[in-house]
């Protein structure tokens, strides 16, 4: 069975000792004019249409990387759309600026890799050694992957592995692409 803790708290507020901050002050305000409500309002929004623009740029741009890691893996992607910049709106009847959506791109549009092209169509009768199997006792090679001989047949004497063995090598069938055994 299970028992439960009680664990006790105590705490004891103590006001802060700079007479600036303690007691607390009221907070005097200045008159302002027309002119400078409009000109904080059209600051104010000028920082907010920069902060949404901001992330918005930063959403496309990871779009835009999960498109090309997309077509890096051999997918087919859409290019996202390049979203449209917050710009202030404004003022209105009582000098306030506001922000909107406008029709303007918020970047330069950012490119997608190219698609990678169809794969290239295998040469009859290519023969490619490749290099030796390790604890093949330097008889076993692998198959390159242009090779497109069939399973059986003894390369001419003067073939040349991927790893610069010469010999006569006779291709076996295994799982995947097979082996060459070097028989001379």
């Given at each position: 069975m299970n028992k439960k803790k009680t664990?006790?708290?105590?705490a004891?507020?103590?006001?802060?000792?700079?007479?600036?901050?303690?007691?607390?002050?009221?907070?005097?305000?200045?008159?302002?004019?027309?002119?400078?409500?409009?000109?904080?309002?059209?600051?104010?929004?000028?920082?907010?249409?920069?902060?949404?623009?901001d992330a918005k740029i930063a959403d496309y741009t990871l779009k835009v990387n999960n498109a090309n890691q997309s077509i890096d893996n051999g997918y087919a992607a859409v290019a996202p759309l390049v979203p449209m910049a917050y710009l202030p709106i404004g003022p209105d009847i009582n000098s306030y600026y506001s922000y909107g959506i406008s029709t303007v791109p918020v970047c330069a549009p950012l490119a997608l890799d190219p698609l990678p092209g169809p794969a290239p169509v295998p040469v009859p009768n290519t023969?490619?050694?490749?290099?030796?199997?390790?604890?093949?006792?330097?008889?076993?090679?692998?198959?390159?992957?242009?090779?497109?001989?069939?399973?059986?047949?003894?390369?001419?004497?003067?073939?040349v592995s991927a790893d610069g063995i010469t010999g006569s090598f006779e291709k076996y069938a295994a799982v995947g692409a097979g082996w060459y055994l070097l028989l001379t």
């Open positions: 664990i006790y708290f105590s004891t507020w103590v006001p802060p000792t700079d007479p600036k901050l303690w007691p607390p002050q009221p907070v005097v305000t200045q008159p302002v004019t027309i002119e400078e409500y409009a000109a904080n309002s059209l600051v104010n929004s000028e920082e907010w249409c920069q902060r949404f623009n023969i490619d050694v490749g290099y030796a199997v390790p604890g093949g006792g330097g008889k076993w090679f692998g198959v390159g992957s242009k090779d497109t001989m069939p399973c059986g047949f003894v390369t001419p004497p003067n073939a």
